[in-house]
């Protein structure tokens, strides 16, 4: 997911988002333990997708606050 993207989603569907990426990140990690996980640059991707969707959390937060 852009940036840009993520900038267009409402503040409950960021959290959605990121509880989801947090869910999908969790089972890439247990599926690399268990040698299950033929591409590992999928947990790069998602890990860098949290981060967007943090970043644009905290970007919201600061304007308003």
Do not use: C, F, W
């Amino acid at each position: 997911m852009r940036a840009s993207e993520v900038r267009e989603l409402s503040d409950e569907d960021l959290v959605s988002e990121l509880e989801g990426s947090y869910k999908e990140l969790l089972n890439l990690r247990i599926r690399l333990a268990t040698k299950q996980l033929p591409n590992t640059s999928q947990i790069r991707v998602v890990k860098k997708n949290v981060a967007r969707i943090q970043t644009v959390m905290h970007e919201r937060k600061v304007r308003i606050g």
